[in-house]
């Protein structure tokens, strides 16, 4: 019997894989602090956080890249009604908290721990910054090992200095698992040494929460702000103008993503005695095999596409080879269509 | 739908349909790949020299140069013409699929198209039926004439069709007919049963599987038995069915404004031209039938 259809064996030619792809995301710190004067900030009338776009916002061009907020905990000395948007500063830590690292066993938000080890109490970030990346620049997770951030830590607002790098050197290997939210790393500016994390990089929320001592001891502000210390900007300015200071020291970040393609391979095998004649329209001259003189003569076609059906016969999914196959009674062929979800 | 780069190995571009997507959304375990088929769309086989100058090797030069286009995701516009497969390499010849308008359904003669007349108003309408053959979309079993399709080898060189059969393994069992479901539904010659698709896709393409076995109603006499034959050389099996208006063809002039014309039959009628697609489940030979609704305006 002629047939067009070949049945897939589902043990034989059909098998699934499993790819990690990586993608470099390089952001220059001049992108969010002067590159479009500003015109790709995007600012909120609640005033918690601010966003960071890459091209003006008011283009339809501009991509949302990451948003800044900062906030504190409720033991933090920072935390009296006098404060500038106490409130919203507790809340937006409040909030991170409890969706980045969880609850204790009596239901209370937990803080944020330097060094990861929450069940063991030790020193808690009770001052951040946040950095939220969009998912379009992280995809399915920030790679292990990859995160840098560059930020000018000294000097005044107009004359920066004191270049920091930060980096979850080691997260490659060792990263911490006890978070909600997925896996984390600690941030650090060297090497990795316990109990000296200055922050936190979570891979599959992508957020990065810096802790607000890196600022503590030198000058934070920018152009508009009294040149001050973290802790002064943190009781005395809003969260808005603490991200314009944080951003106008931000110098780089860098960090590969990464897509988790998970594929299914389909083996199409036509054997020698398989697919060596058409209905292609033009086959047939008068119902002659315009590629046959006689009957002794080799029947060929030509593949160039591979379609995979359901078992009714509704055309699924297609592959197109780049150029023409051919096939005769003298050759078999496999085709090897990967499909990715 | 550019080209594919042919400058190196050969590569695959695979995409979902947007039918597969369709399915995959669904989420009810529909999408399941249980086959493959290979298609040859983008060639042309008169290109085959066989007289090339140079040698056998040569006589698909021109075959193997030829570009490939993208695949895209129209799932109704991929694979227009399959590979078969027949375990013998002695054929020379292969049947095809023809409309049969000599007892069957004749291109209406004032626009040489096969047509259908949609409503009452249509039909009663003298000077429009007096324009030429038609199906009758008001009263279905009052059409004249089912539209015909004979299989087979349309020329005699390996026998007459009276006296020779057409091998059993190249003999069409079961056929294929796809119709845009928003236009036209199908129904057995004497317009008294209609068929049921087997599934509308995403484009409003609904697909009907008629088979020898269990709709003989939209079957024909084959093979030497067949008459008013238009196949010369061995006949296989003879399909026959009615294609009637779809509810809002017959009710209502809003399709017929959005996708059809205007123009004089007779009288001034609104259309719209589809097609039906006939295909043999198995050889794969595909016949797009071009077929014309018709209402008067």
């Known amino acids: ?341 | 739908m550019a080209f594919l780069d042919n400058s190196g190995d050969i590569i695959l571009d695979a995409v979902l349909t947007d039918t597969g997507r369709m399915r995959l959304a669904k989420g009810d375990g529909s999408f399941k790949i249980a086959k493959f088929a290979l298609g040859d769309d983008e060639i042309n086989y008169e290109l085959y020299d066989k007289n090339h100058a140079s040698g056998s090797a040569y006589y698909d030069i021109e075959i193997v140069q030829s570009p490939v286009l993208e695949a895209f995701t129209n799932n109704t516009s991929m694979l227009k013409s399959k590979l078969m497969t027949v375990s013998r390499t002695n054929l020379l010849y292969l049947p095809q699929i023809v409309n049969n308008t000599t007892v069957g359904l004749a291109s209406n003669s004032t626009n040489n198209i096969l047509t259908v007349l949609v409503d009452q108003a249509t039909v009663e309408d003298s000077t429009i039926a007096a324009t030429g053959d038609y199906v009758n979309g008001y009263r279905i079993g009052d059409t004249k004439n089912p539209i015909v399709m004979d299989q087979g080898i349309v020329s005699n060189a390996i026998g007459d069709g009276s006296s020779v059969v057409l091998d059993a393994d190249l003999t069409e069992t079961q056929f294929m007919l796809e119709i845009d479901n928003r236009f036209g539904n199908i129904w057995d010659a004497k317009g008294s049963s209609q068929a049921t698709p087997s599934f509308v896709d995403d484009d409003n393409v609904a697909t009907y599987y008629l088979s020898t076995s269990t709709n003989k109603t939209y079957f024909g006499k084959s093979g030497t038995s067949m008459s008013g034959e238009v196949i010369t050389g061995p006949r296989g099996a003879r399909l026959q069915f009615l294609v009637t208006p779809s509810v809002d063809l017959n009710s209502s002039t809003y399709l017929f404004t959005q996708l059809g014309t205007t123009a004089t039959l007779g009288s001034s009628v609104y259309q719209i031209d589809t097609t039906v697609r006939i295909t043999g489940v198995t050889t794969g030979y595909r016949v797009d039938l071009p077929i014309r609704f018709v209402k008067k305006a």
């Open chain 1, 1 to 341: 019997m002629a047939t067009t259809f070949k049945t897939l064996n589902s043990a034989n030619d059909v098998t699934s894989t499993r790819t990690l792809l990586h993608e470099a995301i390089p952001l220059t710190g001049t992108i969010a602090s002067g590159t479009y004067d500003d015109n790709n900030i995007k600012t909120y009338s609640h005033g918690m956080f601010e966003s960071v776009y890459d091209y003006p916002v008011l283009s339809s061009s501009a991509n949302h890249i990451f948003d800044i907020s900062t906030g504190y905990a409720s033991n933090s000395a920072h935390a009296t009604s006098s404060s500038n948007q106490n409130s919203k500063k507790l809340n937006i830590y409040s909030q991170m908290a409890q969706v980045l690292v969880g609850y204790d066993a009596t239901g209370s938000i937990q803080s944020f721990d330097r060094d990861g080890d929450i069940a063991d109490g030790g020193d808690k970030i009770n001052e951040a910054i946040f950095v939220n990346f969009s998912r379009l620049l992280t995809k399915d997770e920030i790679k292990k090992g990859s995160f840098s951030m560059s930020i000018m830590t000294g000097g005044a607002p107009t004359a920066v200095s004191d270049a920091m790098t930060i980096t979850d050197d080691g997260a490659a290997s060792s990263y911490k698992v006890n978070s909600p939210a997925g896996e984390y790393g600690i941030l650090y500016t060297g090497s990795a040494v316990a109990g000296a994390g200055v922050g936190l990089v979570y891979y599959q929320a992508g957020v990065a929460v810096l802790s607000g001592s890196v600022f503590a001891a030198s000058q934070m502000g920018n152009g508009a702000l009294v040149a001050t210390g973290f802790d002064a900007i943190a009781t005395g300015s809003n969260i808005e103008m603490m991200a314009d200071s944080f951003r106008n020291r931000l110098t780089n970040i860098s960090f590969n993503n990464t897509v988790e393609l998970n594929s299914t391979v389909y083996f199409c095998r036509a054997s020698h005695n398989e697919f060596n004649y058409s209905n292609n329209p033009t086959y047939l001259s008068e119902s002659q095999i315009r590629v046959k003189n006689s009957t002794t003569d080799n029947p060929v076609s030509y593949v160039t596409t591979v379609g995979l059906y359901s078992s009714d016969n509704e055309l699924l999914a297609v592959a197109k080879l780049s150029e023409p196959l051919k096939k005769d009674p003298n050759t078999e062929v496999t085709l090897r269509v990967r499909l990715d979800f």
